[in-house]
């Protein structure tokens, strides 16, 4: 079993994904220790961002290389980390993995030889709700959404809109497609949805085994 930092807990583990959350929110010592396994192109990435942002990228960084390296056998800065053409991490060998945050909330799922992609988001008001929904749901999700009475809406928003996404990031593709037209093929993806923290929805999709 991969040795776990005292900051990331289990919040979905079935059909051989596992989802881990973590709070951003270390303490400074922490914060530095996780920067310290940064590769040199991590940190100027880091150094590029306003002070908040790099904080929340370094200690992501720095949690996914450990978690990766447990799991590799092998040191967390040494993890063989690489970008696909659209921007999805990956690592060679076998163990599958992607990473989302939202506020202080990081969420690390990982399959073994199949596509995984996660979403997780803090359900918060939107000043534009309905414009932002017909931007990214499709005019069906949109009629369900608007058949929900009121105050159900934006937990229903954020839940199909993290499914959405997952799946989106299982294929790698990101938002590069029209996330309206985006649906999973139940006979090749299996998706769930989780809630790593109150007040935060998350999704994992997962390619199915052959
Ligand atoms: C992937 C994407 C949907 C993430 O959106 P987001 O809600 O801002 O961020 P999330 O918290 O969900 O996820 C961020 C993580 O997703 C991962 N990621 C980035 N691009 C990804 C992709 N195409 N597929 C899967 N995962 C991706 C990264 O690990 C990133 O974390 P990092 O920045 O710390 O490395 C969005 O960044 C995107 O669409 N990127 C694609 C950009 C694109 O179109 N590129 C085309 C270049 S040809």
Redesign the pocket.
Known sequence: MPTRAPEVRSVFSAGGVEVLAASLAVSRPRLVGLAAMLTDDERRRASALARPLARR?AA??GLLRELLGARLATKPELVDLRV??????YAPGPVRF?????ADLAVFAFTLRRDV????ERVRALPAFERTAALALSPRENAELQELPEPCRLQAFFSCWTRK?AY?????????IDPRHAAADGNRWALETFEPAVGFVGAVCTERAA
């Open positions: 990228f992501t960084r696909a053409p659209a921007g999805k991490l992607n990473v989302a945050h939202s992609g996660v979403d997780v996404e989106l990031k299982a294929r790698g593709v990101g938002l590069s």
